[in-house]
């Protein structure tokens, strides 16, 4: 048996994305959306609705994606509930340090190890949808072992929209490509 529950967009998991950007005056801002995925071999794409951020990809047509970790969990709930519209100090607060990208014009976040660092490619802002280049993707080293990214270790978080709570990455449960030979 089982039970209805409507229309709801249940995709799970959704990621825990914290888009970085620059206002006119190279002011840092983070938010966190949700909403977000691969578009094509080398872009990316992210449901947004008008923010603060959305002001800035049009000044610099740039920003940084951050994945949130269980050590980042608070400050990225946080970007995600207050703007920087209604709250100055709302980077300080959130003890996030930008850190200038050498790629594009847009911040990246040291307290973030896992960063991919982004050109707008389109951006339709009555859709509210973001297309975005991936110019660069950086992974602090302590989460590399034997020339790869230890994505266990990153303990990335994941949005769960059915209960409104934030899981860590599920742990290894096959190879991609290959588990599926044992059928042939």
């Not at 049009?58 to 970007?79: N, Y």
């Not at 280049?133 to 990214?149: H, P």
């Not at 599920?170 to 059928?183: S, T």
Request: with cysteine; net charge negative; proline share 5%.
């Amino acid at each position: 048996m089982r039970k209805d529950f409507g229309s709801k967009p249940w995709l799970f998991p959704q990621p825990v994305l914290i888009i970085g950007t620059y206002d006119k005056d190279f002011k840092p801002n983070a938010m966190n959306a949700a909403w977000g995925g691969t578009y094509d071999f080398d872009k990316i794409v992210i449901s947004l609705s008008k923010h603060k951020s959305t002001e800035n990809l049009k000044i610099h047509k740039a920003f940084s994606v951050c994945f949130g970790t269980k050590s980042t969990v608070i400050p990225s709930d946080f970007v995600g509930i207050v703007s920087q519209d209604n709250d100055p100090d709302k980077m300080k607060k959130a003890g996030l340090t930008a850190v200038k990208s050498d790629k594009i014009d847009a911040p990246l976040f040291e307290e973030f190890p896992l960063v991919m660092e982004c050109k707008v490619d389109n951006f339709d802002e009555e859709a509210g949808i973001l297309i975005g280049e991936v110019i660069n993707v950086s992974v602090d080293e302590k989460y590399i072992k034997d020339g790869k990214v230890d994505t266990k270790a990153l303990e990335i978080i994941v949005y769960d929209p059915i209960n409104h709570k934030y899981r860590l990455v599920a742990d290894e449960v096959g190879d991609a490509f290959k588990i599926g030979n044992q059928l042939k």
